[in-house]
């Protein structure tokens, strides 16, 4: 698939890439993203990896301007991460956010079909659960407790997507403008769903095209059985503050 420009000329779009021991993901990674976005900026939040990824990207930017880095040293989780992402990108006025893991399981050859939506779409979706979209290497016990949780959420947060707990994402920054991040709750995996429930309470328009997911063949997952629980509790606490209708927007 050829690679393309952001959906409208005037846009500026950022790549971001959370990070925690994807050295040799990345050095496939990066190259793949930019084949389909040269000369587009992507940034990588990295939770002071052990095993260098940090020094990898900090020798890349040195070479290519459009290669950024923040180095975290004393945080951690996916959502924090994804928070500093956000911040960054607002504060150097970016239009567009695109998000996918660092582990390979969001090809990038699907970038194009995510960026189009955006035409109309203020998050477009890489989605597992829509007409064409799938799963690869998961065990049943995996594709259950994904399952349950977007089921959970859609019914406790009213959200209208398939896909609620995936990554691979396009925000558009001026709705992200909107929120107060400093009432998010989850630090973790439970950020995917918060995030869309707080988009969603601020008019977010929504819209999703089906990827394969590939499960990571280098490293470890992050998710285990402790995030689930706790993301079914953050996603219960979301549902009473809905029900109360708790604000999210900046004071």
């Known amino acids: 698939m050829s690679s393309i420009d952001p959906p409208k000329h005037e846009s500026r779009l950022l790549v971001l890439l959370c990070t925690y021991n994807e050295l040799e993901n990345l050095k496939l990674l990066i190259p793949l993203i930019q084949e389909q976005l040269p000369n587009t900026d992507l940034i990588v939040v990295d939770d002071n990896s052990p095993d260098g990824t940090g020094e990898y990207v900090k020798s890349l930017s040195e070479e290519d301007p459009h290669v950024h880095l923040i180095s975290r040293v004393d945080q951690r989780g996916l959502g924090s991460a994804v928070i500093a992402g956000f911040e960054y990108a607002l504060s150097k006025q970016y239009d567009l956010l695109l998000t996918l893991d660092a582990d390979l399981s969001h090809p990038p050859k699907y970038i194009p079909e995510l960026l189009a939506l955006m035409q109309t779409a203020d998050v477009g ?6 007409t064409g979209g799938g799963i690869i290497g ?14 959970y959420s859609r019914l406790l947060l009213g959200l209208p ?3 609620n707990s995936g990554n691979f994402r396009c925000y558009r ?22 995030i869309l429930y707080r988009c969603h309470r601020v008019g977010c328009r929504f819209a999703e095209t089906p990827i394969v997911f590939e499960d990571r063949t280098i490293g470890e997952s992050k998710i285990n059985m402790s995030e689930a629980v706790k993301a079914l509790w953050i996603i219960f606490r979301l549902s009473i503050e809905r029900l109360f209708g708790v604000a999210v927007r900046k004071n």
Do not use: C, H, P, Q
């Not at 979706?125 to 829509?130: E, L, M």
């Not at 920054?173 to 918060?194: I, N, P, Q």
């Open 125 to 130: 979706i890489g989605s597992r659960y829509v």
């Open 138 to 151: 998961w065990n049943w016990k995996r594709k259950f407790m994904s399952w349950g949780v977007n089921t």
């Open 161 to 163: 997507n398939k896909d």
């Open 173 to 194: 920054l001026a709705k992200l403008a909107e929120l107060d991040f400093r009432k998010v709750r989850s630090t973790g995996y439970a950020f995917m769903e918060e």
